[in-house]
């Protein structure tokens, strides 16, 4: 849910990274924590267990810049990805502005984010949301490896409404801020509309 | 989009500030947040120092979330006030319809006193929070935002500086 405030000038989005555990969610934040000048952005939160398995979510704020006078801010969450955690996944998914879906591109993990997808998809509907009228980008993580899936059947196979589909490698940063922009991009101008 | 954006007039958000102000002094606390439930902070007010307010309204959200996902695993619809006790600061946490109330307090106050004075505000956060909504549909039905009319080239400007 979008939030305007006109007395502080601005505007407050909910972003969140949904996909299969180990995919790369935690990862895409973290590059972009790093990569971020220090007043553009706030403390990066990780609820995560001893073994840096993200437990509850991840979180930071980012500033991106003004539009029309008013201070764009970013808020973006990761979920965990490990199946068990169904219910705080879905907690995190409320009031969700836009979502990002990082795909593990590793031919062992297709079935992992094909559930992972159909999970997103199910727990959006229970808040109503429809991913088909929701600010939405695929991202094929990983890349770099030697035994991904072809980026043209990994998009055959995840893409639901011919959203951008980037190919990134969260590790070294590749592909990250692009997805980023792509999914800003489509929460501002849903605002155009409204 | 889901939902419609919910806009906060500068009246409101000075209504609001009021309201906190006031809970703030009457409470003895340190520190008084307006959350929305969705992690969003709305308004503070107090002693901020070097807290890091973004990020206690996110965990709050979450706080609240995670406590409201358990009560309806026993069978409750949820728990209206969350309590957290430290051996200098605490936290007590009411949910109010779409928000939540925060307050921040030390030895200064007490947990009863905080607990009687949020619960004294709460009707008036309510009152004050339906306002807005409505206001929010209706701007957002006369298409008067001030975003309406951004441009692609204004969008990717954001994203120019890395």
Known sequence: MTFINYASREINCKIVYYG???????????????????????????????????????????????VRGFKTRFHLYTVPGQVFYEA?????????????????????????????????????????????KLPYVLQLNKRDLPNVVPANDLAVELQRKGEPVVEAVA????????????????????LRKS | MANSPILIREQRYHQIKAVLARLRLDASARLVVLVDKDGQQIAVHGELGELDTTSLASLAAGNVAATGGMAKL??????????HEGERESIHISVIG?????VVFDDRSSLGLVKLRSKQVSQEIARTFAEIERDSQQSSGEGSLPFGEITDEEIDSLFSQP
């Open chain 1, 88 to 132: 705080s996944r879905k907690l995190i998914l409320k009031g969700v502005d836009g979502v990002v879906f990082v795909a593990d591109s590793q031919e062992e993990r297709m079935d992992a984010n094909i559930e992972s997808l159909y999970n997103l998809e199910e727990n959006l509907r229970t808040y109503g949301y429809e991913l088909m």
């Open chain 1, 20 to 66: 299969p555990g180990l995919c790369g969610k935690t990862t895409n934040l973290q590059h972009i924590y790093d990569s971020t000048a220090a007043q553009a952005k706030g403390k990066l939160i990780s609820l995560a267990t001893e073994t840096d398995r993200t437990l509850f979510f991840d979180f930071m704020p980012l500033e991106l810049g003004t």
């Open chain 2, 74 to 83: 026993i069978g409750e619809r949820e728990f209206p006030t969350l309590s």
């Open chain 1, 171 to 190: 590790s070294t940063g590749v592909g990250v801020f692009d997805t980023l922009k792509a999914v800003a991009k489509q929460v501002l101008t849903e």
């Open chain 2, 98 to 102: 779409r928000v939540l109330l925060l």
